[in-house]
């Protein structure tokens, strides 16, 4: 059975940094495309990170220089370094595992950011 655990959220203040981790488990996932998602209170989920099975990943303008998003294959994890952090970054932060069958969702780590 596939599970899909986020970690690493809490409370930062506003120019502070977190490192969210998303651990999958019951199968491989290395050549799987990756995501973090995340939504704020009364929004819409709105995607912050894709990652490629090579490595290869992508960022709206956003997040773009403030978050970087990695993945250890041999591990099945995948990890969101989040730094500068604004106000506007708090939200649920959801990790997606995209397969051609279904996609996985984690349960979600909250980030809230606030002095």
């Known amino acids: 059975q596939v599970q899909v655990v986020e970690s690493g959220g809490g409370l930062v203040q506003p120019g502070g940094s977190l490192r969210l981790s998303c651990a999958a488990s019951?199968?491989?996932?290395?050549?799987?495309?990756m995501a973090w998602y995340r939504q704020a209170p009364g929004k819409q989920r709105e995607v912050v990170a894709i990652?490629?099975?090579?490595?290869?990943?992508e960022s709206p303008d956003s997040v773009k220089g403030r978050f970087s998003v990695s993945r250890d294959n041999a591990k099945n994890t995948m990890h969101l370094q989040t730094n500068g952090l604004k106000p506007e970054d708090t939200a649920v932060y959801y990790c997606?595992?995209?397969?051609?069958?279904?996609?996985?969702w984690g349960q979600g780590t909250q980030v809230t950011v606030s002095s």
């Open positions: 997606r595992i995209l397969t051609s069958i279904e996609d996985y």
């Open positions: 019951g199968r491989s996932f290395s050549l799987n495309t």
């Open positions: 990652i490629n099975s090579d490595g290869r990943s």
